[in-house]
C-alpha cells in the first residue's frame, strides 16, 4: 500500500473522531483524541475486524461512569465511518476517496441532525444503547460477509437482505414503542396539569372573591374608625385601629398571592403543573409554605420525567413529615447561578423525625439517577430545625 492511501485511512479517523465529538456534544481532551486517532489508524491497519475492537478501546477512554451517551454517539459514529469506508471500496481515484472522507460523514452528521437522532442518542436508558449496537453489529456483519463471501452472491444477497430487513422491522418497532410510551407519558402529564392549573385557576378566584369581600367590609371599617376619632375617645379609638389590624391581618394571610408570585418564572409547563400541585396541596395541610424562583426557569439538562418523578417524590416526603408537625414549615426555591440549577427543599423537622425521613430518601432511586446522568448531584442533611434535601444540576461544561 503507499503512502497516499495511508493518509486517506489516518484522515479518515480523524473525522471519525470530530463525528464522535459532535455526536456526543462534549469536549474531549485534543491530545487524548489524537492518540485515540493514531490507535484506531494501527487498528483498522492491522487487523481486518477493527470496529469491536475501537468501540471498546473509544468506551474505556472516554467513558464516565454507565455512559449511555457515549455508548450510542460511538455507535452512530462508527456507523458513519463503516458507511463512509465501504462507498470509499468503490473510488479508485484518491483525489474523489479524499473529498468522499470529508463530504460523506458531513452529509451523515447532517442527516442525523435533521432525523433529531440527538434524543436518542441523549435517552440515557440501556434499550436505547442496545439498539444502537445491534445496528452496529449488523452493519458490520454486513460488511464482512460482503467482503468475505463475494463469490457467493446469491447466497449472501440473500442472508443480508435478510438481516437488514429484521434490523429495520426491529428498529421501527422499537422507536414506534418509544414515542407511543412517550406519549402515554405526555397524556398523563397534560391531565395532571389540567387538573393543577383548574386548582390555581380556582384558588386564584376564590382569592379574588376574598378582594371583593374585603374592600367592602374595609370601607365600613374606615367609616367607623373616622367616627370613633370624632369621638376623641383614646380607648374607642385604640380597639377600632386594632379591629382594623386583625382584620387586614387575617385577610391578607389567607391569601396565596406571596406564595405564587414566583410561578410566573416558571416557565417548563411541567415544572409548573408541578408545582402548582404541590402548593396547593401544601396549602390544604394547612403547612406555612415559602416558593421562591427568582429567575426564568424553561430548559432543564436532564429528561423531565425523570426530574419530576425525583421532585414530585421529595416534595411529598417533606409534606408527609411537615403536616405531623403543629406548626409545620416547608421552603421550596429553585435559584440558578453560572453553569448550575439547583432545586432546594426545606422541612422542618422534630428529633422523632429526622431518622425516619433519612430512610424515607434512601428507599430513592437515587443512586441509579446518579449513575444515569453525570450531571446530577443529590444531596440530603439536617440540622436541629430542617431537613434540607439539595438536587444541583450542571447545565453547561466547562
Known amino acids: 500500500m503507499t503512502m497516499t492511501p495511508y493518509f486517506l485511512q489516518l484522515f479518515s479517523w480523524i473525522i471519525y473522531y470530530f463525528i464522535l465529538s459532535q455526536l456526543s456534544q462534549r469536549r474531549f481532551n485534543p491530545w487524548l483524541l489524537l492518540i485515540l486517532t493514531i490507535i484506531s489508524f494501527m487498528i483498522d491497519t492491522l487487523f481486518p475486524y477493527y470496529v469491536i475492537l475501537i468501540f471498546i478501546v473509544d468506551y474505556l477512554v472516554l467513558h464516565q461512569t454507565k455512559d449511555y451517551i457515549l455508548f450510542n454517539a460511538i455507535s452512530l459514529s462508527l456507523i458513519i465511518q463503516i458507511i463512509t469506508q465501504t462507498s470509499n471500496d468503490f473510488l479508485s481515484n484518491n483525489l474523489l476517496i479524499f473529498l468522499l472522507e470529508i463530504i460523506l460523514p458531513l452529509i451523515l452528521l447532517c442527516l442525523c441532525h435533521l432525523l433529531h437522532l440527538e434524543k436518542y442518542i441523549r435517552n440515557q436508558t440501556p434499550l436505547t444503547s442496545i439498539i444502537f449496537g445491534y445496528i452496529l453489529i449488523v452493519l458490520d456483519t454486513i460488511v464482512v460477509l460482503l467482503k468475505q463471501y463475494s463469490t457467493y452472491p446469491t447466497f449472501t444477497t440473500s442472508v443480508l437482505i435478510f438481516i437488514l430487513f429484521q434490523t429495520i422491522v426491529m428498529s421501527v418497532i422499537f422507536f414506534h414503542q418509544r414515542n407511543k410510551r412517550q406519549q402515554t407519558y405526555q397524556d398523563r402529564f397534560s391531565t395532571e396539569q389540567i387538573k393543577n392549573l383548574k386548582m390555581y385557576t380556582d384558588q386564584l378566584e376564590a382569592d379574588q372573591l376574598k378582594l371583593r369581600h374585603f374592600k367592602h367590609d374595609y370601607k365600613n371599617l374606615l367609616f367607623s374608625l373616622k367616627t370613633v376619632v370624632q369621638t376623641k375617645d383614646t380607648q ?96 421550596l426555591s429553585v435559584t440558578q447561578e453560572g453553569h448550575q440549577l439547583a432545586f432546594l427543599i426545606y422541612n422542618s423537622i422534630t428529633k422523632n423525625s429526622s431518622t425516619e425521613e433519612n430512610g424515607h430518601l434512601e428507599a430513592l432511586n437515587i443512586k441509579e439517577l446518579k449513575q444515569k446522568y453525570s450531571n446530577l448531584f443529590i444531596q440530603y442533611n439536617q440540622n436541629s430545625k430542617w431537613f434540607r434535601f439539595h438536587v444541583t444540576l450542571i447545565t453547561k461544561g466547562d
Open 236 to 331: 374607642k379609638i385604640n380597639e377600632a385601629i386594632n379591629k382594623l389590624e386583625n382584620y387586614s391581618d387575617e385577610y391578607l394571610n389567607g391569601l396565596s398571592m406571596d406564595l405564587y408570585q414566583d410561578l410566573k418564572n416558571v416557565q417548563n409547563p411541567y415544572l409548573k403543573s408541578l408545582f402548582i400541585g404541590k402548593l396547593n396541596l401544601i396549602n390544604q395541610h394547612q403547612i406555612a409554605c415559602h416558593f421562591h424562583c427568582s429567575q426564568q426557569l424553561s430548559e432543564v439538562p436532564m429528561n423531565i420525567y425523570d426530574l419530576i418523578g425525583l421532585l414530585d417524590t421529595a416534595i411529598d416526603n417533606a409534606i408527609f413529615f411537615s403536616r405531623k408537625q403543629d406548626p409545620g414549615e416547608i421552603y
